[in-house]
């Protein structure tokens, strides 16, 4: 299972020792259609036609290491010690969303691992791979390639302070530090972060403009016809490679992968300026970032590839 803050996502994936998981049919539900993951595998269930695993390796959208999992972005609860009798199987194992979505980084081929900066070639067989996606939050975790295992380490990255680098920025940060207090890189790096630069650009050109969901200004950003929509997309792309050129220096990376939908639908602005110069400029440090592998991960369900990867990987052990 992959569980976010906006979609919940099942499969049933076959185990293998060799290789790498293979994921069935994908079943899909949006979170806010139920009441809880209960609600949401009884649906699967049915729409299986069959009764399901009796092991779930499920990645969740939060912490994982407390008896009650509270969602970052739904109001969906897990108990630990309960979901499993809840959902009437054996078994579970509970990942971080993007723990998961590091352990399906570890397993992509390399087709699947695009090149957008940096040296051409697979990554580093040793050593660490930042593994950053902004979605409904900002999901952060580091892949650790060590003597042939791979193991994953979960991070709140996403929740670090958000540090502004020029005017604009600042402005921003001091609006979303109005209503915030504090102000998470996920903030200004995320999908519904979209609409909080957009309307930081009209107020500073003194512009009104209609307010619109976030699928509708992400369309716009995306399209032609609307420069401070597409404005906007360009200063998420600028903080995206500033907030992930600092990740990358903190975890003392020797790689980057960037992961998920809203990513692949900006690819055109990942491999420009917009994001280099930004991820490229750390001081001293600028000749060692611009030497580090940067890959854009492509596949339709890395997370629930990840969950099933992270269990296999488990296993191993």
Do not use: C
Not at 138 to 163: K, S
Not at 213 to 228: E, F, I, M, R, S
Not at 258 to 264: D, E, M, S, V, Y
Request: charged share 20%; glycine share 12%.
């Amino acid at each position: 299972m992959d569980l976010g803050g906006t979609n919940a996502r099942f499969a049933v994936a076959e185990l293998h020792d060799d290789r790498r998981p293979a994921l069935g049919q994908v079943h899909a539900y949006r979170t806010a259609d139920f009441s809880g993951l209960p609600a949401a595998w009884a649906a699967f269930a049915r729409d299986l036609g069959r009764a399901p695993p009796p092991i779930a390796s499920i990645a969740v959208a939060g912490p994982v290491d407390g008896a009650l999992i509270r969602f970052t972005n739904n109001d969906w609860t897990i108990r630990s010690a309960t979901i499993a009798q809840e959902l009437g199987i054996e078994r579970i194992a509970l990942h971080n969303d993007f723990a998961a979505m590091a352990a399906a980084v570890g397993v992509l081929d390399g087709d699947e691992l695009v090149p957008i900066g940096g040296p051409e070639g697979p990554l580093p067989a040793e050593g660490v791979t930042t593994v950053l996606g902004p979605g409904t939050g900002l999901g952060v975790a580091q892949l650790l390639r060590r003597r042939g295992r791979r193991i994953v380490l979960p991070t709140e990255g996403g929740h670090i302070d958000f540090a502004a680098l020029d005017g604009f920025e600042e402005t921003l940060l001091g609006r979303l530090r109005a209503r915030h207090r504090r102000v998470s890189v996920e903030r200004i790096v995320s999908g519904p972060a979209l609409a909080d630069i957009h309307e930081t650009l009209a107020m500073i050109d003194g512009r009104a403009i209609v307010p619109r969901d976030d699928a509708a200004l992400w369309q716009a950003a995306t399209g032609v016809g609307d420069p401070l929509a597409a404005q906007a997309l360009d200063r998420l792309t600028m903080a995206l490679g500033a907030v992930a050129g600092d990740l990358a220096l903190a975890h003392g990376a020797n790689a980057v992968v960037i992961t998920g939908g809203l990513a692949n639908r900006i690819e055109a602005r990942l491999r420009s300026p917009l994001f280099h110069d930004r991820f490229r400029a750390k001081g001293r440090f600028e000749a060692r970032m611009a030497q580090l592998p940067i890959r854009l991960a492509r596949h339709d369900q890395a997370g629930l590839l990840g969950a099933a990867a992270a269990y296999q990987e488990d296993e191993r052990t």
